[in-house]
């Protein structure tokens, strides 16, 4: 990519996260917050450095991925960037475990004490305790993992699970994940993000030592109605970065 390309594509990105940052700003006055109160997360799998790079000089400072050996290849381009931050979203098999908890600051998709044990026993000492978040299966999809949501019983079966992760010295428990239903009409989305603001709340009354401040809902189709109810990270792929590269 030359300077010609690069300069168009930081312009574009650019474009986007205007009109993204206006849609929050909108968004969070309807919730009682402000635009400061809710941060983006570029999900990034699937794009080229250029792309991470363009989108860091206007401002973006977190990316999500999905995929470890994908991120791993990227993360090394970025070392001398000043507060970059990586994020994994996706789902992580036990043996990527060390891996993930080696290379990012957060993890989204924390879907069994298993895996939060692998992760707290690798997280290295020299760094900050993994910031991770519950992902919780809120529209009981087969498809997806997380922990089930679908009723009392499992919002009471969290309660142990919450305490767990909490007392684990090298994670730091800071909120829930939940992606709901794809619906073509974001509405129907909504009762699902008060769904997961409400058991955020529940798991804060009812573990004293919680102190659950985030939620991670919403992506580039459903952003505006998951943080007109509670969110606090937003998950937005190509209407930030623009479309993905499928091919090698």
């Not at 790079?53 to 400072?61: D, I, K, L, N």
């Not at 997380?146 to 994670?171: K, M, T, W, Y």
């Not at 939940?178 to 619906?183: G, N, R, S």
Request: contains cysteine.
């Amino acid at each position: 990519m030359d300077n010609q390309e690069f300069t168009l594509l930081q312009g574009k990105i650019q474009n986007n996260l205007t009109e993204i940052t206006d849609v929050i700003s909108r968004a969070a006055t309807k919730s009682g917050r402000t635009k400061k109160d809710v941060s983006v997360l570029a999900i990034s799998k699937r794009q080229p450095v250029e792309v991470i790079e363009a989108a860091y000089r206007c401002g973006q400072g977190a990316f999500g991925e999905s995929y470890v050996q994908e991120a791993l290849e990227k993360i090394p381009y970025f070392q001398q960037h000043e507060g970059i931050r990586w994020e994994m979203v996706g789902h992580i098999q036990s043996r990527k475990a060390r891996q993930v908890a080696e290379n990012f600051n957060a993890v989204h998709s924390l879907d069994s004490l298993k895996l939060a044990e692998l992760l707290n026993q690798h997280r290295p000492a020299t760094m900050p305790p993994l910031e991770v978040f519950l992902e919780v299966n809120i529209g009981d999809e087969i498809s997806k993992t997380g922990f089930s949501a679908r009723n009392q019983e499992d919002c009471e079966a969290l309660i142990p699970v919450a305490r767990h992760v909490l007392g684990l010295e090298r994670l730091k428990l800071v909120g829930l994940m939940a992606m709901p239903p794809l619906f073509q009409d974001p509405q129907e989305s909504r009762p699902y993000f008060i769904k997961l603001r409400q058991l955020r709340d529940y798991l804060n009354n009812q573990v004293k030592e919680a102190e659950l401040t985030q939620l991670s809902a919403g992506t580039s189709a459903d952003f505006e109605i998951a943080i007109e109810e509670g969110a606090t990270v937003v998950r937005i792929g190509e209407r930030l970065l623009g479309p993905r590269i499928y091919s090698d």
